[in-house]
C-alpha cells in the first residue's frame, strides 16, 4: 500500500474530523448530491436497466469462476498483438517491474493516465525513490498531486476542493512543476481546465513514456479499454513511444461481446452520461500508430486473497464507477481520505480490508463503517451486495476464522478492542434466549424507570451526547399481554430456559 | 517458480469451490437485454444521432455528398483555419474547395507539429445515435489515433444512413477489435471542478460532425 | 386464518404501545391475533456487528415460536428484513460449515410467513383504508431497511393517505438514511450523529407535528436527536397512527 497511508487513524476518528469540517461538509454534499440525481436520469432512460445490470453481474462471475483460464487467453492474445506481459504478485513486485521497464527507457519522466491501480500500490512515490517523475495528467489528479494532497473519490480525486483551493493550488505550484498557471487566473471552471491544458500540453508533446491503468481487457481478442473524459487519458494512450499498462488480474472481461454491457453500465454509473466523451481501444501495438512497445503488468496485490472468499469474492466484480460512493451517507459525511486507501466509500469498505486483510486499526474499522442503509446495492450496476460483504467482514473481524493471505490459508484471531462488545453480544443471545430472563430484567427496568438518566456516561456517551434515550415504559408488551390476556387463545408457555 | 505461475496457482487454489471440470459456461449469462432501445426507422436513428450529438455540444450539419467540400471549406474559412490535417485516404475532393494548407499524416510529423496544426478532417467507422457517438477505427479516411487529438478542432464526416446504427450492441458488431479504436461523444469534457462539466481539456475543443447523405 | 404477532424485543422493551397499537388494529381489522409467549430477538443486532454464531439460536427460536401460525406480522421493517433477508444466509453458511441443515430448514419454514405490518395489511388483508382517525400533520421517513430490502413502495403512504384527519407532508431527502443502523449509532458516532442533524432539520423543515417510520429502531435515534434539540416534532410508529380512531387518538 501506499506509504501516505501508514499511520492513519481508525475509521471513527478521521470521520468524526471531517464531519467538523464545514467546508468539506459543503463541497462533498454539493457534488455528490449533483452526480446522484444526474445518474438516476441517466439510468431511467434505459428501460433494460435490470437485465444490463444481471448481465454485467454473471459476466463478471463467470470471469471470476474461471480467472485462470481468461487470464491465460488474455495472455496469450496481447503477446500475438505484440504485447509483452508481465505478472506482480504485489505491489512491490509491480513498481520494481514498471521502474526497470521506465529505466530501460532511458528516460526520467512519464505521464499518467488516471488509474487507481498504480494509485493502490504506490507506483508514484516507488518511481520518485528512482529519480523518475510521473505527472499526473487527469485534472483532478493533477489538482491532487499540485496540492501534495491525497485522492479523495475514484472517479473525481479532488472532490473535497472548491473551486476557490482549486484556483489558489494552481496559482501557487503550477510553475514549480512546470508551465506555470496565467496571470489572474480566476476561479471559473471553465479558466482552471484551461489553465491545466496549457500546463499539460508540453508534458504530452514530450512524453515518450505513458503509463496508465485499464477499466477492461478482452481475453478473446487481447483488448485494453480506457474510458475517460478529458483527452488526457487518449494523450498518454497514443503519443509516447513506450505503454506501460498496470491493471489488476479482475479487470479481464471473456468476450468482446462483452463490452456492449459494460460500455452501457459504466458511463451511466458514473460520470451519469450516456457515454463518456472518449474510450480508447488497443490491441497490442499497431504499426505506425501509437506506442510502438507495448507492456502490461497484471496485478495480484491481494486479488487472488479476496477471490478465496466465496462471500466477499463479488468485491472482485467493481468496476470502479464510483456510484456508490455518491449515494453513501457515510462517504457524504466522512470523506474519502477517512478510509484511508485508493478505494474509498462503501467499495473500499469491503475491498481494502480484503486486499489488506484486518491486522490495522483502521482495516479492522473499515467494515462497520456503513449503517447498512443499503443505498449502495441498489445502484451498484454489476449488483455487488456491499452491506452483504460488509457483515461478512464484521463477522471476520470479531470472530476470527479462516481466511487466505498471500496465497496462504492462515487462521486469524478475532481483531483486539471487541472483548467488552463480544461479552456484552453473548449475554444479549443468553437472555435473548431465555424470555423469561428477558421479562425479569423488563420488570426490573420498568421499576427503576424513575432513575434513568437520559445521558449516559462512559461508553454510553457515544449515543447520548447527541441524543437522548427513550424512557423507560411501566410496563413491557409481554406483562400487558400477560396481564389483559393471558391464558387466552393459546398463547401457550413460556420457555424459562432451554 | 515465476510470478506468472504463483499467481495462477493462488487464482486456482482460491477457486477450489467451483467445478472445474465444466468449463466457463457452468456460469450462465443472460442476455435478454435489448439490441437497441425501441425500434426506429433509419432516418429517425440519424435524428436521433444529430440530436444526442447536439446534447453533448457537438456542432452538427447536414448536408449531401455533392454540398460536402462548400460546406467543408465554409466551415475551415469561418473558424479562420490556415492548416488542416488530412489522414492518406481522405477522399481527396473533399478538400477541393478548401484554400489551406493541407498537412498529411505521416509518421514523421512530430506532436509539436500536429500542435501547430488548426484543424482536422476525417471520416469515421460507424456512429452511435442513443449514444451520439462517434467511432474512428484507423481506416485510411480516418488517419493515426494522433491526429484527432492534438489539433483543437475535429471535422468527422458520417456517412449517413449507412454508417449509423442505433445502440452499442450494434457498433461493436461492426467493429474489428484488432484496430486502435477511438469512440468519441462530444468534445472532451471534465466534470472535475465540483463536478461542473466544462467542455474542452485536452483533446479538440470544438467537434463538429457533418451528416452526408448521398 | 392463524396470525401471530412478533412485537421484537425493542418494542417489547421500549415501546409496548407500538405492539397493543398493532393488536388494537388487526383485531379491529377482524384478525385474531396470537402472541406466543417464547418469541424474543430476531438476532439482528447480533449479526450487523459479526456475532453470526450468536445469532443462530435465535433463529431457531424464532421459527420454533411461529411454527403453528400461518403469518407472523412484525410491525418493524429492519426485523422483517433480517428473518426474509439473512435467515436464509445464517442457514447456508451453518450447512457450508458442514453443520447440518436445521437452520436452512428453520429459515425456510419463516420468512415465506413473515410480513411487515404494512405488508400484511396491504398485501394479505388487501386493505389500505384501515378506518383510522389521526387528525395531526405527519411526514413519513421511509427507514432503509423497509424501502430496499424489503422494498415496502407506497404500502405505507398509501395506508397513510386514508387516514382521516391526517395531512402528509413530503420529507425533502426522505429515502436518505437517518443514520441509526444499530451498533454504527455507537461505532461512528460522529457520522451517525450528523446524518441524524440532516434528517431532523429535514424533518422539521415541513412543519409537521409528528415524524412517522414502520421502524422503531430508527425512530429511537431521530426522536432521541429532536429531543435533545428540544424540538415538538412526535416520533409515532405508523401502527400507532392506523389504530387510532375518532374515539381514541393514540
Redesign the interface.
Known sequence: MSVTDLGMPAFPAAAARSTRDTRLRANLRYATHTIRDKRARAVSELGDWAQLRAAGRAIKDRTLRHLDHYLERLEEAVTAAGGQVHWATDAAEANRIVTRLVRATGEREVVKVKSMATQEIGLNEALAEAGISAYETDLAELIVQLGKDRPSHILVPAIHRNRSEIRDIFRSEMGSWGRPAPDGLSDRPAELAEAARLHLREKFLRAKVGISGANFMVAETGTLVVVESEGNGRMCLTLPETLISVVGIEKVVPTWQDLEVFLQLLPRSSTAERMNPYTSMWTGTTDGDGPQTFHLVLLDNGRTDTLADTVGRQALRCIRCSACLNVCPVYERAGGHAYGSAYPGPIGAILTPQLRGTASALDASLPYASSLCGACYEVCPVAIDIPEVLVHLRERVVEGGKVTRRGVKTLIKPAKGHAAERAAMRAAGLVFDRPGVLRAGQRLAARTRKLHPRRLPGPGRAWSDTRDLPPVPAESFRDWWQRTRGGERGNGREEGGK | M???D??????????A??PRAS??E?????????RE?GEHPAEDTVQLLAA?LAD?RAIVHDIDAAGLPGLLAHLLGERGSRSVVAPAGLPPEWLAACDLEVVPDV?ET???EL?AVDSVVTGCAVA?A????LVLD?SPDQG???IT??PDHHICVVRVPEQVVAS??QA?ERLA????????????????????R?E?????RTLEVVLMRP | MRVALFVTCINDTLYPRTGRAVVTLLERLGVEVGFPAEQSCCGQPQFNTGYRHATEPLALRYARAFRDYEYVVVPSGSCAAMVRDNYPRLGEKAAAEGRGRALAEAAAEAVPKTYELTEFLVDVLKVTDVGAYYPHTVTYHPTCHGLRMLGLGDRPRALLQHVKGLELRELPGAEECCGFGGTFAVKNPAVSAAMGADKTRHIQETGAEAVCTVDNSCLMHIGGTLSRQGSTVRPVHIAEILASTEGNVL
Open positions: 515465476s510470478s506468472r504463483v499467481v495462477l496457482a493462488r487464482v486456482r487454489r482460491a477457486l469451490d467451483v468449463g466457463p457452468e456460469t450462465a449469462v443472460p442476455r435478454d437485454y435489448l432501445h444526442n453533448y509518421p512530430t506532436p509539436g500542435d452511435i442513443e449514444t451520439g457517438t484507423g493515426r489515433r494522433r487529438l492534438v452499442v450492441p461493436l477489435p484488432g484496430r486502435p479504436l477511438t469512440w468519441i461523444s462530444g468534445p472532451s469534457a471534465t466534470s472535475d471542478i465540483e463536478l461542473d466544462v474542452g481539456v485536452h483533446g479538440p
